[in-house]
């Protein structure tokens, strides 16, 4: 929500914006279903039906705020769904309020109609009565749709029929008139009265008010007709647009409302007897043009007219104004709405369109800021518009146009040198202040949002000290003879990635509001730049993970739990089934795997599903299998297999890498084999080394056998 949208809604400056679903259910229930239905007209249309609805919003604080809301769906899905809605709130408190002040006017007024003592009647170009009062029905003594099927002179005695007459004459060439005569009731009985008609024009019909007092009741009719002005001047002064009443000849004020008032800042004792020129509101060209219009075609309708007021600000009007005779003198009364935020709006919405155009547009970031800058010089009208971009510690031009080369070369780097303070580093100029946010003296001319702009800066630069300026100060803007500057920076998370920079030799070339548009293009701009940045960032990664992907020799697959068929694989499980990629894809696992190892893998799946997630169980796990080559024949692999869950903690998705262990196998059943062999081996040593003690202690017994038997046959 911008700032304003949070005072509308009572929201603190700092706090948090509510989400639109709250902000929604905060309505009462006629304002969110009026809310609701014209979104719901608008996305059907795809745009075509207005976003607008007033509702009525219960502020923090327990005020009631009434809310005009206007948007537009900028963005639209493949699907025809709405992506992005951009819109604004403006408040219309005052207005309803004065709505309902003039409701009650306007009921004041029927109650003052049907209640007055005098008669009363309201006469059509024809002479028909189009309304009549509730005493003048008494006093003629005819029923109301009787006195309507009748004319004024029906109820003129004849002996006033002259009378009448030149009254009416009166009324036709000056607006009004009066004249005594006697009217003539149903029974036939002559009523003195005292007649005053009034011409005026409703809903572009001319009508003419006639009061008609009994002579006899005088000072209750004066009461009754003070009511009555009384009434008028309230719906004057109350009025929801600006209203004045001025002289023909030198355009003095005579009177204004308390809207007038507002919205210039002048007060009406200070403005009465002043012209709109001695005011200052606008040039004395400007009224010329005004006053001969108005002489050549009877009035002015719906002219757009610039006010200054007197703070300076500049009020964008549509003025609407007409000549007419008050007191038989020709007076200028004049109407004006404020259409200010209705300007703005339509420029804004101009100006952030064209931006989101270019930053959704297919080009590169240089493309993009050389589209920025052309297009911002264009809607500003500035001179020369200038865009820096980051660039390690220093904020270069990345583009400009208008600048001369020489300006360009001289001022393009900012940075001067390092800082006194450990790892900092200086940026010159008021350009480097307002990225570094060191601009304490230059605090007037900052805005709200930290954008630096002046309309004078050979002023500004004079009535600040030499001491106090930011520094180093190159001057060369002041050179060049640039008086109108402004600084928007581009900052992204907090942190400044760029600067936006309007020059103009002209004097007075920004307002408040413009410096506010060039913020919010800024911050578009800012954020254009960094999707790139991370849009540039992801590309290079999901590239180096392509790589790994395809050249490893381990193959890697995505398996899609809503489908049950394969969402991705790598180029590299065509070594190990003999499949290809495209074969493969739309797949169903069962395919590639052996059948009780699938009815294994399906009967535990479920149980790993859940665990992980009610959050006790493990992601990734490691299996043995085998895998089905497009021959028939079965590879075996390991495969470690991951769950992969969505923001909802709901597994979606299954990722595999399965590894050819063919030859890990034929390894190991070698070394099996060899294993055997020496065991068998060790077998036979230990037989051996056995069948050696043996004989050994066999051959002592034969030693001393042997021994005994020579001895015995030597004797």
Known sequence: ????????????????????????RRLGREDRERLMEAIRLHFDSRGETPLYAEVRFPRQDGATAWVACWGKAVEWTA????????????????????????RGSELLYRTLFDSADDAILLQQPDG??????????ERLGYGQQELLNLTARDVVAPESRRPYEAMMQRLSSDGRAAAEMRYLAKDGRRIPMEVTAAAFTLSEQNLALTIAR???????????????????????????????????????????????EQITGWSRDEAIGRSAVQLGLMPAGERDSLIATLREAGQVSSREVVLTARGGSQVMCSYTSQIAVIGGVERIITISRDTTYRKLYEEERELMLEILKLANSPTDTRELIRGVTAFLQQWSGCEAVGIRLRDGDDFPYYETVGFSKEFVLAESSLCVGPAQTEGGVVWACVCGAVLSGAVSSLHSSLSAGGSFWTNCLSDLLASVKPADLPGPLRGRCMREGY???????????????GMMQFNDRRKGRFTAEMISLFERAAASVATALEQRRMQAALKASEEKYRLISENTADAIWLW????????????SLERLTGYTAEEVLGMSARRLLEDGLFARMAAELPERVAAVENGCGARVWTTHAEHRRKDGAAVPVEVVTTLLTDEHNRVNQVLGVSRDVTERQRVEEERAQLEQQL???????????????????????????NGYSDIAIRQ
């Open 1 to 24: 929500l911008s700032p304003r949208s949070r005072q509308i809604f009572g929201y603190e400056e700092e706090g948090p914006a509510p989400s639109p679903a709250r902000w929604i």
């Open 79 to 102: 699907g025809g769904r709405p992506s992005r809605v951009v819109g604004c709130h403006v408040d219309l408190t005052v207005g309803k309020q004065t709505e309902e002040r003039l």
């Open 128 to 137: 028909r009565f189009a309304a009549a009062n509730r005493a003048a029905l």
């Open 214 to 260: 009994d002579v006899t009741e005088r000072e209750r009719a004066q009461v009754a007709l003070h009511q009555s002005e009384e009434k008028f001047h309230r719906v004057f002064a109350d009025a929801p647009m600006l209203m004045s009443i001025t002289t023909v000849e030198d355009g003095r004020y005579l009177d204004v409302n308390r809207k007038w």
């Open 483 to 497: 008086e109108s500057v402004a600084l928007a920076p581009l900052t992204f998370a907090g942190r400044p990635i």
């Open 560 to 571: 899609d739990m809503r489908t049950g068929r394969l969402a991705y694989v790598s180029p």
């Open 679 to 705: 065991i068998q081996a060790q077998r036979l040593e230990s037989v051996g080394r056995l069948a050696g003690g043996v004989a050994h202690d066999f051959n002592n017994l034969l030693t001393v056998i």
